[in-house]
């Protein structure tokens, strides 16, 4: 029993370990089913996330692709608009060309017309002085005292018509280069006249020598002697037909008569001067027209001989003939034209003298913001206005400009101060101007100070007293004192440059260098139109900071270093600027411009800068001292840039003593306050002489 039972509880031990095992197989069996999933699900998250991956860089790789289309298709549009702008600027450089040349055309006939009138005048002057000429056969027995109005008269006319002859040589100095075929024509044509003219002497001179010409009866003269009234200046003259020869004197009153060369005879009159010739007269005024008089009387005096006259040898004028006492010497007021008043196209109203517009031509408010200023300098308006200039004026200097400028700027200014036209366009004017100076002769934006100082110097050219040029010696100024040498070098730039230009506007400064090395000091003078004043990088400075950052003391180096004569060699050194003297008329400019390649940049620092009363001779270093400057012009700039900006200017009227805002065609008055706190104050122009105005 003992042992079945023990075998019965082996047998359950066995049954439990069985058991125990079915069970720890169903466990690893549950647990490999598990592992089995985790690894199948394991695997699809792998699976899962390669395919997010993949589906990540799909995308990457599309954003890439879309990137790269989008900068191809920008890279297209970029090179499609900047053929466009190419084609813009070419199609606007075509159209400036064609506007050129049409303004071109324009004026060519502008000037066509001017000449055609200019012929008219001189037709219905021709016609009027024959006419004259008739009156004044039919009178010749009138009293003394009618004989002594007419040739007041005549002297009149002779005035008029010299300066119709000098308006005459200016139309051809500027028509000069396009007349050149002509003349050469006329030249050939006149060769040919002459000629026939010979000719024609040596025939009538042929026949006359023929038949002995006899003096009318009751003349008194001996035979072959004719008195006739010269028609010019009213005075009776002598033909004698036996030789050929004229003469003012009665025939008991000649000289000896002698032959300089064959059929070319020389009558020196009984008045006659001396002295050689300076003045410069025409043949109308002093002897008369023999072939012409001989020429129409041919019919009534087939027998007389044509005189061959040496005109190096002609007649002065006799002491008992009225004259016009030095007619170059006296101005006329100038005058507007009227191919000149068509050129200016002006829009008519009655305005204040002086307070008339300027017509934006396109981009040249620039010049009107100088040219308004400029007219209403006092001085230099009326030196234009009374026609003063046209005593100065030098068409041979050849650094000048023939006059053009000077003859259009007066035409300009005569214009603004007639009081007729609300404004005026000064096409002609730019023109000129842009015939000169390449840089003005499209429609683009220009720096106001640039025309400034092309204008000043323009006009200072063409009004140079100095007609002859001569090499002024550099003055050596290091052993003189500093008012002395000073006073030299003015002296020897006053001996070439003389002009209303350099009376009213220049001044001198002293520039002093000293080398850094040996403190080798050079003292010069020289002369300035202008002070071009630095601004401060501030929001806000006075004009006084201004002059004192113009006269600090400026370090030369690198570059910039000066050669020192006593070192031999080029040193680091300091330059001092100093006011010598000052000009009436002082002009500040202020450098609110920097260039950074082809763009600008503006400072648009606001400077505070006095009406009135405005004393510099703490900043003159020289013993002379000027009165207090008062402000009567002001040139602004309105913009960021000088690309895109906008010029205007204040102006104080001489006349009214108001200030008024000149923007192009628009002019209207405007307060002290609001000349003083513009922020865009960019030139000044100030005075220390009374802008007294009268015309």
């Known amino acids: 029993m003992a042992r079945l039972k023990a075998e019965e509880e082996k047998f359950e031990q066995l049954q439990a370990m069985r058991q125990k095992e079915e069970k720890d197989v169903a466990d690893l069996m549950r647990r490999k089913k598990e592992i089995q999933e985790q690894i199948k699900h394991e695997t699809q998250q792998q699976d899962e996330e390669k395919r997010r991956r993949e589906e990540q860089e799909r995308k990457k790789q599309e954003e890439i692709d879309k990137m790269k289309t989008e900068e191809r298709e920008k890279q297209l549009r970029l090179q499609q608009e900047a053929e466009r702008l190419r084609a813009e600027r070419k199609?606007?450089?075509?159209?400036?060309k064609l506007r050129m040349e049409k303004e071109s055309a324009e004026a060519a006939e502008r000037e066509r017309q001017a000449a055609e009138e200019f012929e008219r005048d001189r037709q219905a002057a021709k016609q009027a002085a024959q006419e004259k000429q008739i009156a004044e056969q039919a009178k010749r027995d009138r009293l003394a005292a009618e004989q002594a109005e007419q040739e007041r008269l005549v002297a009149e006319k002779a005035m008029k018509e010299r300066l119709a002859v000098e308006q005459a040589e200016k139309d051809r100095i500027q028509q000069e280069e396009r007349g050149r075929a002509e003349a050469e024509e006329r030249a050939r044509r006149e060769r040919a006249e002459k000629e026939a003219q010979e000719k024609l002497r040596k025939e009538r001179e042929a026949e006359s020598r023929k038949q002995?010409?006899?003096?009318?009866?009751g003349t008194g003269l001996p035979p072959g002697w004719e008195k006739k009234l010269d028609p010019q200046n009213g005075v009776y003259f002598y033909i004698d037909h036996n030789t050929g020869t004229t003469q003012w004197s009665p025939p008991q009153a000649a000289q000896q008569t002698k032959v300089v060369g064959p059929s070319v005879f020389t009558t020196k009159l009984k008045d006659e001067p001396t002295m050689p010739r300076s003045s410069g007269l025409r043949r109308s005024n002093s002897s008369p027209n023999i072939a012409k008089l001989v020429t129409d009387d041919d019919e009534g005096h087939a027998g007389y001989r044509m005189p061959v006259l040496d005109r190096t040898a002609k007649p002065r004028e006799r002491p008992d003939v009225i004259q016009p006492a030095e007619p170059v010497a006296r101005p006329v007021v100038t005058e507007i034209t009227a191919a000149k008043l068509r050129g200016l196209q002006p829009v008519y109203g009655s305005v204040v003298r002086g307070l008339t517009g300027l017509q934006n031509l396109g981009n040249t408010c620039f010049m009107n913001s100088i040219i308004q200023p400029l007219s209403n300098t006092a001085p230099l308006a009326m030196y234009f206005l009374n026609g003063i200039y046209r005593l100065d004026i030098n068409r041979q200097n050849i650094l000048g400009h023939k006059g053009e400028v000077a003859d259009e700027f007066a035409i300009l200014i005569t214009a603004l101060w007639t009081g007729q036209y609300k404004y005026v366009c000064p096409r002609d004017f730019k023109y000129i101007v842009g015939k000169i100076a390449d840089r003005f002769v499209t429609y683009s934006q220009q720096d106001s100070q640039e025309f400034l100082a092309f204008l000043m110097d323009g006009l200072h050219e063409d009004l140079n007293k100095v007609k002859v040029?001569?090499?002024t010696k550099e003055i050596d100024t290091e052993k003189l004192p500093q008012d002395v040498a000073a006073d030299q070098a003015w002296k020897a730039y006053k001996t070439v440059n003389e002009s209303i230009i350099v009376e009213l506007f220049q001044g001198q400064y002293k520039s002093t260098l000293v080398c850094l090395t040996c403190r080798k000091e050079?003292?010069?003078f020289d002369?300035?139109?202008?002070?071009?004043?630095p601004l401060p990088t501030s929001s806000k400075c006075t004009l006084q900071d201004c002059l004192r950052a113009f006269?600090?003391?400026e370090k030369l180096t690198g570059d910039s270093r000066w050669f020192c004569p006593r070192c031999k060699t080029k040193r680091d050194a300091i330059q001092r600027m100093a006011i010598w003297k000052l000009p009436p008329l002082f002009l500040v400019l202020f450098k609110r411009f920097s260039h950074d390649g082809v763009w600008s940049k503006k400072l648009n620092t606001s400077v505070d800068f006095a009406l009135n009363g405005l004393d510099l001779n703490n900043y003159i270093a020289g013993p002379k001292k000027r009165p207090e400057y008062s402000l009567y012009g002001v040139s602004n700039h309105i913009g960021t840039s000088l690309?895109?900006?906008?010029?205007?200017?204040?102006?104080?009227?001489?006349l009214t003593r108001k200030w008024h805002k000149f923007d192009d065609t628009l002019v209207y008055d405007v307060s002290q306050s609001v000349v003083r706190s513009c922020p865009?104050?960019?030139?000044?122009?100030y005075t220390s002489v009374d802008m007294k105005f009268g015309v």
Do not use: W
């Open 551 to 553: 006269m600090k003391d």
């Open 643 to 654: 690309e895109n900006g906008h010029y205007t200017a204040f102006c104080k009227n001489p």
């Open 522 to 524: 050079s003292i010069k």
């Open 527 to 533: 002369v300035f139109m202008y002070l071009s004043l």
């Open 212 to 217: 002995r010409a006899t003096s009318p009866p």
């Open 91 to 96: 199609n606007k450089e075509q159209e400036n």
């Open 680 to 685: 865009g104050a960019y030139m000044l122009f």
């Open 469 to 471: 040029r001569s090499k």
